[in-house]
Nanobody
Framework: QVQLVESGGGLVQAGGSLRLSCAASGRTFSRYIMGWFRQAPGKEREFVAAISGSSGRTIYADSVKGRFTISRDNAKNTVYLQMNSLKSEDTAVYYC??????????????????WGQGTQVTVSS
């Protein structure tokens, strides 16, 4: 069982930056693929980024590539999402997730077993 708690959301102006954190419980954090997803009002949850257990591999949605960076610190059981050059369309509730999906399906939310409660990110234009 893994419990995930996100933090770091808030209100920021367009062009600004935020760093989200997701703290995980449990002693097997390093074995999980960690993902970030987001859901805007009236829209379906969408993939943002994911990272392998060893941090050796990362993938990003095209919409955030070059602006967002996912990283993790296994010693602290924490995964991060650094978000730069934020746009109004980045406004959403951001969720972190843990699972063990194969690489080709890291972007599918249904392949993750554990989810945090979400943190709101609002970008004002």
């Amino acid at each position: 069982q893994v419990q995930l708690v996100e933090s770091g959301g808030g209100l920021v102006q367009a062009g600004g930056s935020l760093r989200l954190s997701c703290a995980a419980s449990g002693r097997t954090f390093s074995r999980y693929i960690m993902g970030w997803f987001r859901q805007a009002p009236g829209k379906e949850r969408e993939f943002v980024a994911a990272i392998s257990g060893s941090s050796g591999r990362t993938i990003y949605a095209d919409s955030v590539k070059g602006r967002f960076t996912i990283s993790r610190d296994n010693a602290k059981n924490t995964v991060y999402l650094q978000m730069n050059s934020l746009k109004s369309e980045d406004t959403a509730v951001y969720y972190c997730a843990a699972g063990d999906p194969p690489y080709y399906s890291w972007s599918k939310s249904s392949n993750y077993d554990y989810w945090g409660q979400g943190t709101q990110v609002t970008v004002s234009s």
